[in-house]
């Protein structure tokens, strides 16, 4: 009773928190925020921006910056809902009509923990993309990433070249930081989360005491550890949507046109140029045209599907839905992700860790609204972040392979309400797991691979651009074991830095329960490690590289370093499917990175146009 009597109090304030509007006025309704009107007029913009997720908020923004050139800017989403303002909340919004909902194809030996064995793979399907439905961290990555980019044939992407771009973009407030790397006054917001509970202040203590530096990890060094740094503006989330679009919706250049799927890039089969879009909307189909350019930031799922759809990507695939071809590029071939294992779970003797009554009291609604503090900032219980080089993979000095999520709480925290189904968690192995430690103190590290070997890919369900792809994943597939090798090796340090004084003055033990289906294995040894992961391993959807940027001798390529698709005029790709390696970071802020340098590639070639057009 007394959990049932807990739940549906959340769930009463829940339903407040969903209804209440910010006393700053950060929310405002969807008819006074954006014109959807227009449909049908207007036809010619100099750009189309085909969706509005980090990348894509920030070209609209700057190029709208001109006044001399007319944007458009189609989402097939709505706006962004009052209850994503609210951090603590983070994983309500991937249960909501902002997300696409989509579903890895089932994959042998893996989600063996899952209800019916599929994971989500979840994407933000509203104005601001996935920035309004994920966990707000912010993680540019390491040096050595770009450099990587740069040495693949991708000129203008090493990381001192980059830099300026992730620097253009934000306004940290961080406390400690490496302040020459960082900078104050852009239009994102990156903060400190302001509530902590104390397990966090022992999680970056025993990292430390375990030989961990304090680092700012956006800043000289990334190996270390770290109070998590998110996309916060006076403890509420700052989407894309709040950052880029809309300081820049009441210029008079730009048009958002909400709930408006496009359905195909239109393209001369003869000159191979751009030259418009289709789109759907209230089920509807309209044609604009782009005297200058399209582009598509539509994320790793949807570039690559509207790609496919009109006519670029591979042969073979396209012959068989009988799309004709317009180019043959293996668009979707390859698409890396980021996997974290949720089953390293332990218990302390003291209320140190999150606690439901007193996230959502009175007290923390109103210390919240009235000051933007108190515990519903927490974005969804992340509180510290540690990086890591494992022994298994020869990287570089400085580039971990490796991150350790410190989570002040854990899927019991919540009384299986959202965090639960937010992972597909069966019931069966939520109830051995979970549900004996909601009366308990306890807190939980997911390790993070940072660097996959095994890779999925994507292919059209069909030629009807409403289904949704085909999404592979292949986890834990490579040849070598690698990936399987690395996330036991992360399991073992955070075993070492739970066994801290700093953690030990709290009694900390590991949970010993068995995940369901693997009791036959000796709980600790490696067979049993390996069986959990095929088990409750799941993507912190940071998929990539389904649009690779690389030289047209690279035959995985699909767009040049200037984000142009190969051999197609007038038509850019220019959000995270663009990134040609894996990376230690959390994408979205890469995101805004790409989107940032690609705005400028844009203007510069404007620029050149226009001196030519003078001659």
Not at 292 to 309: C, D, K, R, T, W
Not at 435 to 461: C, D, V
Request: charged content about 20%.
């Amino acid at each position: 009773m007394k959990i049932n009597y807990i739940a549906l109090n959340v769930l009463s304030t829940f339903a407040l928190l969903c209804s209440a509007q910010s006393v700053r006025g950060d929310y405002v309704k969807e008819n006074t925020l954006y014109d959807q009107s227009g449909h049908g007029r207007n036809n010619i913009y100099d750009y189309i921006v085909v969706g509005s997720g980090s990348a894509g908020a920030v070209v609209v923004n700057r190029l709208s910056e001109d006044p001399g050139v007319k944007i458009l800017l189609l989402e097939s989403g709505g706006p962004p809902i009052s209850h994503s303002e609210k951090p603590v909340l983070a994983s309500a919004q991937l249960l909501t009509r902002q997300n696409w909902n989509y579903f890895m194809e089932r994959q042998a030996n893996f989600c063996l923990g899952l209800t019916d064995e599929l994971m989500e793979w979840p994407r933000g399907r509203v104005l601001g993309g996935t920035t309004v439905i994920n966990f707000m961290i912010h993680i540019r990555g390491n040096r050595e990433d770009y450099n990587r980019w740069a040495r693949m044939g991708n000129p203008g992407w090493s990381y001192e070249e980059v830099l300026p771009y992730f620097r253009k973009s934000e306004d940290s407030t961080i406390k400690i930081q490496d302040s020459e790397y960082r900078n104050q006054g852009g239009l994102l917001s990156v903060s400190d989360v302001p509530y902590r509970t104390e397990s966090v202040n022992a999680f970056v203590k025993g990292c430390q005491e375990a030989g961990y530096p304090y680092v700012d990890y956006n800043g000289k060094n990334q190996l270390g550890v770290s109070y998590v740094q998110a996309n916060l503006r006076v403890g509420r989330r700052c989407s894309a949507e709040k950052a880029f679009i809309r300081p820049s919706r009441n210029r008079p250049n730009l048009q958002i046109r909400l709930n408006s799927h496009v359905t195909k890039v239109l393209i001369d089969p003869n000159t191979k140029r751009a030259y418009g879009v289709e789109y759907l909307h209230r089920k509807r189909k309209y044609v604009v045209n782009a005297s200058l350019e399209v582009i598509l930031s539509a994320g790793a799922f949807h570039s690559p599907q509207i790609l496919m759809l009109s006519g670029i990507g591979p042969r073979n695939h396209l012959a068989e839905l009988q799309i004709p071809l317009i180019k043959d590029h293996p668009v979707g071939r390859k698409l890396y992700d980021h996997l974290t294992f949720l089953g390293l779970i332990f218990t302390v003797t003291k209320p140190i860790v999150g606690n439901l009554i007193e996230t959502f009291s009175l007290a923390s609604i109103t210390d919240f609204f009235l000051f933007g503090q108190g515990p519903i900032t927490s974005i969804g219980g992340v509180e510290a972040l540690a990086y890591f080089q494992t022994n298994v993979t020869t990287y570089p000095e400085g580039l971990p392979d490796m991150e350790l999520i410190f989570i002040g709480g854990g899927l019991h925290t919540d009384y299986g309400l959202f965090f639960k189904n937010q992972f597909r968690i069966s019931d069966k192995v939520y109830d051995a797991l979970w549900t004996p430690l909601q009366n308990r103190y306890a807190f939980s590290i997911f390790p993070m691979g940072l660097h996959p070997k095994s890779y999925g890919y994507i292919k059209l369900r069909s030629r009807n651009p409403l289904d949704p792809p085909l999404l592979y994943g292949n986890f834990f597939t490579d040849p070598e074991n690698v990936d399987m090798k690395t996330f036991m090796a992360a399991i073992r340090e955070a075993q070492r830095i739970t066994k801290s004084p700093a953690f030990q003055k709290y009694g900390t033990e590991q949970v010993k329960t068995p995940v369901p289906g693997c009791e036959n294995y000796a709980f600790d040894s490696d067979p049993y490690w390996e069986c959990a992961m095929r088990h409750i391993t799941v993507t912190l959807h940071h998929q990539i590289h389904t649009c690779k940027m690389g030289p047209v001798t690279d035959p995985e390529a699909v767009v040049d370093a200037k984000l142009r698709v190969h051999g197609i005029e007038r038509l850019r790709v220019i959000d995270t499917s663009v990134i040609p390696t894996t990376v230690s970071a959390h994408v979205s802020a890469v995101g805004y990175m790409i989107g940032e340098k690609g705005a400028d590639l844009i203007k510069a070639d404007y620029r050149n146009l226009l001196r030519e057009n003078e001659r």
